[in-house]
């Protein structure tokens, strides 16, 4: 039995016995049951292990078959890496023939591999053929700067890993350079530093998809004359060429569908406008702030607009509301004429103005559009307003962003937007918080490929165009219940004393429900003191009324007496994708990363 080594002020030494990982009882217990009683499993024991416990029902024998191969296979390397196998335990699966067997550690090894058992599907498994408004999809906010939003840099770089990740919609904000003859990228009116646009296309075009096929979004914050943006026309089409997408008529009655745009890269903005001079924005005045909702630079340039903003925003939210009006960025061909024709050509997501109050900006048109709120304004359409929201995300595109105030690029809970239909719920990428990791849990599924499709009930309306109200009391459709075995890895990613300097680690894991308000809740497991292998054997329920939007958040932390306690890992699962049985569930770091080693034997079923 192996030892860890802890000295203490020099002079005295403190070792601690590692115990070595076993299956746990449920383990053993269905080994038994589908090994009948023997030590060894066939591929046809393991086949009805697979349909009955994990819910594989499409599995075949030779499925099971080639399982174990690959499992003994994969064992065999690992004891050659490790030099812990005997000469004739090397021998053995060296001359075992194909009709091979998993014996107890076997069967427990395979159980923690998350190629064959990992908590989700790998694959994209959902219909992908209907229409864009149909869809969550990764959206990025402001996705060009690297830390905060009023003094970091602007590159390429956060464009690139967010597309490595499979964020598929990115947010660029266009400003003239200093000569006014080219055009940055930068968050305007702050101290960040520029990044050209011709930069950020070109990354754009070289890691597009390379994570997805399935489409990505550009949306521009447009903050130029006609002359300019005809020259960002001209760019896009020489950069992106075949891989740009636009429509060939200016109004469209339903979006495309992700399928019948992959590898393409589609532009959403407002449409340009005739020439308003400076008289007219005056005059317009602050009879045409929307409360909460987008705003644009020139009206909120005097401090008399400013104070009727109960929360001051910055300018990278205030944008799009000084727009033509929806039927004229629909129709009006006489204003396109006059004001970079080639421009508005390519706009294939149309951004328009809310026209009065925020309820009639809900109003469903023929023509689809995209409407961005900031996340305050949403919360108070939630209240006033919330089937409206729905109604409208049934067609049209929602994009939700970061209020003003969170200078430091941090994020807001995603769920208030994801259960009224928005679409494009925009996160700042470049940090990390738990509102992150539960955007990044939502996108992992489907094969991650950055496009997830909503939950039927919120696409659905009935006999008198009634549609699902959050505010509702609702029944519990379905009960959750995860067991928590062990997990192992740290000792592998981690060095000896990262966790406490005297002694080996005191993990507790943390399981919670994220979701509509009735269904959250938060669990932990007991502490398992000095020890990198816990054991910790323990069952959780959640009772569930909307699962379809439940995501399970798990987070293993290392209990400290005097100070706050360490991070150990974290992830976040869509419980709607779950993946009944026994599961191997890799953690990731505070960033997203996913950690190398480190991984919890878990159990989920439903009730």
């Given amino acids: 039995m192996e030892t860890h080594n802890y000295k203490m002020f020099k002079w005295f030494n403190r070792k601690f016995k590692i115990n070595e990982m076993g299956p746990p009882p449920d383990v053993t217990e269905a080994f038994s049951l589908y090994a009948g009683g023997g030590d060894q499993m066939l591929p046809d024991q393991l086949l009805r292990f697979l349909v009955e416990q994990q819910g594989e029902v499409e599995s075949s024998l030779s499925d099971s078959q080639r399982i174990i191969e690959e499992v003994l296979q994969l064992q065999k390397l690992q004891e050659e890496i490790t ?55 990764y959206t990025g906010h402001n996705s060009y700067l690297e830390g905060n939003q009023l003094s970091s840099d602007c590159s390429n770089v956060p464009i690139i890993k967010a597309l490595q990740r499979g964020v598929r919609v990115i947010e660029l904000d266009l400003w003239p350079n200093s000569d006014k003859d080219d055009i940055d990228v930068l968050h305007g009116r702050t101290l960040t530093t520029p990044v050209t646009l011709i930069q950020c296309l070109k990354s754009i075009k070289e890691y597009a998809f390379v994570k997805s096929h399935y489409p990505v979004i550009i949306t521009f914050e447009d903050h130029l004359t006609s002359d300019l943006q005809a020259k960002v026309a001209e760019m896009i089409t020489q950069e992106f060429g075949e891989m740009l997408y636009y429509p ?58 400013r104070d009727l903003i109960a929360e001051p925003e910055n300018e990278y939210m205030q944008s799009e509301s000084d727009q033509e009006d929806e039927d004229k960025i629909a129709c009006d061909q006489k204003s396109c004429q006059k004001s970079a024709p080639e421009y508005k050509r390519l706009i294939t997501i149309h951004a328009g103005k809310p026209k009065g109050d925020l309820q009639d900006a809900l109003n469903v048109g023929n023509v689809v559009r995209r409407l961005s709120l900031s996340e305050q304004t949403l919360e108070k359409a939630a209240e006033s307003c919330g089937t409206d929201v729905i109604r409208f995300t049934q067609r049209n595109i929602l994009r939700v962003y970061p209020k003003g105030t969170r200078f430091n690029s941090s994020n807001y809970k995603p769920h208030i937007g994801w259960t009224h239909g928005a679409q494009m719920v925009a996160f700042n990428m470049q940090g990390y918080d738990k509102s992150l990791w539960l955007m990044h849990g939502m996108f992992r599924v489907n094969g991650g490929c950055g496009y997830v499709k909503k939950p039927d009930f919120l696409m659905m309306k009935g006999p008198s165009n009634e549609v699902f109200d959050p505010k509702r009391a609702l029944i519990v459709k379905q009960t959750l219940k995860v067991k928590v075995y062990m997990g192992n890895g740290w000792s592998s990613d981690f060095s000896q004393t990262h966790f406490d300097t005297y002694s080996p680690p005191d993990f507790y894991t943390k399981v919670c429900i994220v979701g509509v308000p009735a269904d959250c809740a938060k669990k932990k497991t007991k502490i398992i003191e000095d020890n990198w292998f816990p054991v910790w054997d323990e069952e959780f329920k959640f009772p ?63 009730e």
């Fill in 544 to 606: 569930l009324t909307v699962p379809e939007l439940a995501l399970l958040r798990i987070e293993v932390r290392e209990y400290d007496r005097s100070e706050k306690d360490d991070f150990g890992g974290q992830t976040c699962l869509p419980v709607s994708e779950l993946r009944q049985g026994f599961r191997s569930v890799s953690l990731y770091d505070k960033k997203g990363e996913k950690l190398k080693s480190v991984k919890l034997l878990m159990r989920f079923q439903f």
């Fill in 83 to 137: 030099d812990t196998a005997t000469t004739t335990a090397n021998a053995t699966t060296q001359t075992q023939p194909k009709g091979q067997t998993l014996s107890l550690d076997d069967f427990f090894q395979f159980l923690f591999l998350d190629l064959y058992n990992g908590p989700v599907k790998s694959q994209v498994h959902h219909d992908m053929t209907a229409p864009l408004s149909h869809y969550f999809i």
């Fill in 248 to 305: 060939q008529s200016d109004c469209l009655a339903e979006f495309p569908s992700p399928e019948s745009l992959k590898n393409r890269i589609l532009i959403s903005t407002k449409p340009p406008k005739e020439f308003l001079d400076s008289k007219r924005i005056k005059d317009k005045g602050i009879s045409t702030l929307l409360n909460g909702t987008e705003l644009s630079e020139e009206e909120t340039s005097g401090k008399e607009s």
